[in-house]
């Protein structure tokens, strides 16, 4: 008689709180969408004429080297854009590969 009395004092506090569990947990679980559905607006570069838009530093079209390197634009179209810092290494083999064809020539 005891436990049958337990059992059904236990199942009636249970179906008095498992509802409100279970709205609290759908109510975390909206907020919580809600917070990670912002839409994060990225920020806006300024992109400053001549420089790098993502270290800043001067392109390569703007330097004296450049200017006293005619025709490179021929060989490699997207040479005045390239970036100082960014792309070092392939400002130094477009230099050296000008070099070796103005030595053939």
């Known amino acids: 008689m005891h436990l049958e009395q337990a059992l059904a004092t236990l199942a009636s506090r249970v179906t008095q709180?498992?509802?409100l569990a279970l709205m609290g947990l759908v109510l975390v679980v909206g907020a919580a969408v809600c917070l990670c559905e912002k839409v994060h607006t990225p920020s806006r570069w300024v992109v400053r004429?001549?420089?790098c838009p993502c270290c800043g530093s001067a392109l390569f079209g703007t330097t004296s080297v450049y200017q006293h390197l005619p025709g490179l634009d021929r060989i490699c179209p997207e040479s005045p854009y390239l970036c100082l810092t960014c792309d070092g290494i392939k400002i130094?083999?477009?230099q050296?590969?000008?070099r070796a064809d103005r030595v053939d020539e």
């Open 17 to 19: 709180h498992v509802p």
């Open 96 to 98: 050296r590969h000008y």
């Open 92 to 94: 130094a083999a477009l």
């Open 49 to 51: 004429k001549g420089a």
